[in-house]
């Protein structure tokens, strides 16, 4: 594994006792054309019972950022560094015997599509109670209860009939009920949603996102949720990730990060999505360009090429200094908080109105 050059400055885990504790995270592809800098410095905490929600746009590094966490990237085609926390145990250099015991009951993750993790030979039962068994050493019988309740804790019709149904014997929304169901199996400590319910229909999406919220009671659950969807993320999360080429660019609770949002790439985001109460006729404003390439990202603060505001930071910081982003409340951002604050009161509280 090569050791990539720490960011100066940047928190070690020493600083922290969060449950889960990820610490100038990186995380690069070795591809045909080059080096992928997928994550590229990321630093963020999570406690035991709270939901940390990830927003970004497309490739801005969410799911290799969780894929990593659950250590599912091939050593072969990854270079990983930093450090990852878990309860106090080191992920990044864990073996992955110790990471398959942990993926099994520590941690667990729903996938945006159900046919990443349910396989098409298995009965939906048998993928639910093997693991259970295996992490548990419960009964056969134990196990069965488990999956059905589990199964129709989800919202799975008829679910002892059901367990012996092949994947493809369920709809769409049922695969995806049936894969959450997999994932609560063994009340994971940490559970990794990434756009877990886009698929569903609008009822079976507040169901589940009730059930997950029930279950973070009930057992103190630390979730970290992707998605698209402002209205989900704001019911949903405690704290906000702003995420954009790989590094994290903004952090808060929910409500400073969608109420009063500091970084000129989150108020992009933010114009460019449906507001929470907006009806349908409300004018969204995109960001202009594209994500960069994470092959040759670009120098200094990533989103230089796209930000309407970076002639109002003297000099060439903007192109050549990468702008830190401080602990706690925060973004990564050259601008001095007045400049932020007359431009977001002038230019940017209006249009999320
Ligand atoms: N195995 C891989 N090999 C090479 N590049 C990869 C690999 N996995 C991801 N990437 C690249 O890493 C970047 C981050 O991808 P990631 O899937 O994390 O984005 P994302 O934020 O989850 O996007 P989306 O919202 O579309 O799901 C992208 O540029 C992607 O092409
Ligand atoms: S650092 Fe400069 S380019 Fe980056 S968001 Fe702030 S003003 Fe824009
Ligand atoms: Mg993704």
Same mark, same amino acid.
């Given at each position: 594994?090569?050791? !990539?050059?720490?960011?100066?400055?940047?928190? =070690?885990?020493?600083?922290?006792?969060?449950?889960?504790?990820?610490?100038?995270?990186?995380?690069?592809?070795?591809?045909?054309?080059?080096?992928?800098?997928?994550?590229?410095?990321?630093?963020?905490?999570? %406690?035991?019972?709270?939901?940390?929600?990830?927003?970004?746009?497309?490739?801005?590094?969410?799911?290799?950022?969780?894929?990593?966490?659950?250590?599912?990237?091939?050593?072969?085609?990854? *270079?990983?560094?930093?450090?990852?926390?878990?309860?106090?145990?080191?992920?990044? *250099?864990?073996?992955?015997?110790?990471?398959?015991?942990?993926?099994?009951?520590?941690?667990? &993750?729903?996938?945006?599509?159900?046919?990443?993790? !349910?396989?098409?030979?298995? =009965?939906?039962?048998?993928?639910?109670?093997?693991?259970?068994?295996?992490?548990?050493?419960?009964?056969?019988?134990?196990?069965?209860?488990?999956?059905?309740?589990?199964? %129709?804790?989800?919202?799975?019709? @008829?679910?002892?009939?059901?367990?012996?149904?092949?994947?493809?014997?369920?709809?769409?929304?049922?695969?995806?009920?049936? &894969?959450?169901? &997999?994932?609560?199996?063994?009340?994971?400590?940490?559970?990794?949603?990434?756009?877990? =319910?886009?698929?569903?229909?609008?009822?079976?999406?507040?169901?589940?996102?009730?059930?997950?919220?029930?279950?973070?009671?009930?057992?103190?659950?630390?979730?970290?949720?992707? =998605?698209?969807? +402002?209205?989900?993320?704001?019911?949903?999360?405690?704290? !906000?990730?702003?995420?954009?080429?790989?590094?994290?660019?903004?952090?808060?609770?929910?409500? %400073?990060?969608? /109420?009063?949002?500091?970084?000129?790439?989150?108020?992009?985001? !933010?114009?460019?999505?449906?507001? +929470?109460?907006?009806?349908?006729?409300?004018?969204?404003?995109?960001?202009?360009?594209?994500?960069?390439?994470?092959?040759?990202?670009?120098?200094?603060?990533?989103? /230089?090429?796209?930000?309407?505001?970076?002639?109002?930071?003297?000099?060439?910081?903007?192109?050549?200094?990468?702008?830190?982003?401080? %602990?706690?409340?925060?973004?990564?951002?050259?601008?001095?908080?007045?400049?932020? @604050?007359?431009?977001?009161?002038? @230019?940017?509280?209006?249009?999320?109105?």
């Amino acid at each position: 594994m090569t050791t !990539l050059t720490k960011e100066s400055g940047a928190p =070690t885990s020493a600083d922290t006792d969060a449950f889960l504790s990820v610490r100038d995270l990186r995380v690069q592809f070795k591809t045909e054309d080059g080096i992928v800098k997928a994550v590229d410095g990321l630093t963020f905490d999570l %406690e035991r019972g709270k939901t940390l929600g990830i927003v970004g746009e497309s490739g801005s590094g969410k799911s290799v950022t969780n894929l990593t966490i659950l250590g599912l990237h091939n050593p072969q085609f990854s *270079t990983i560094d930093g450090e990852i926390l878990l309860d106090g145990k080191e992920l990044i *250099t864990a073996r992955e015997s110790e990471l398959e015991k942990l993926r099994g009951n520590k941690m667990a &993750m729903i996938f945006q599509d159900p046919l990443t993790a !349910l396989s098409p030979y298995y =009965t939906v039962g048998r993928q639910l109670s093997e693991p259970y068994i295996k992490h548990t050493g419960a009964s056969k019988k134990e196990a069965k209860d488990r999956a059905v309740q589990m199964l %129709e804790k989800v919202g799975i019709p @008829q679910p002892k009939a059901r367990f012996d149904d092949y994947p493809h014997q369920f709809s769409g929304g049922m695969r995806q009920r049936a &894969m959450i169901a &997999m994932a609560l199996m063994c009340d994971p400590d940490l559970l990794i949603a990434d756009e877990p =319910t886009t698929a569903l229909d609008v009822t079976v999406q507040a169901q589940i996102l009730d059930l997950l919220k029930d279950l973070q009671q009930e057992f103190g659950t630390a979730i970290i949720f992707i =998605t698209h969807d +402002l209205g989900v993320i704001s019911n949903m999360a405690d704290d !906000l990730l702003v995420m954009y080429a790989g590094r994290a660019v903004e952090r808060g609770s929910v409500k %400073e990060v969608l /109420h009063t949002p500091k970084h000129p790439y989150t108020w992009g985001l !933010l114009s460019s999505m449906p507001r +929470l109460d907006s009806d349908i006729h409300q004018a969204l404003t995109p960001i202009p360009g594209s994500p960069p390439s994470l092959l040759t990202p670009p120098s200094g603060c990533p989103f /230089h090429p796209r930000c309407a505001f970076k002639s109002e930071v003297p000099g060439t910081a903007c192109t050549d200094e990468r702008p830190p982003l401080a %602990e706690g409340r925060a973004a990564a951002c050259h601008l001095t908080a007045e400049q932020r @604050q007359t431009i977001f009161i002038d @230019q940017i509280q209006p249009r999320l109105r």
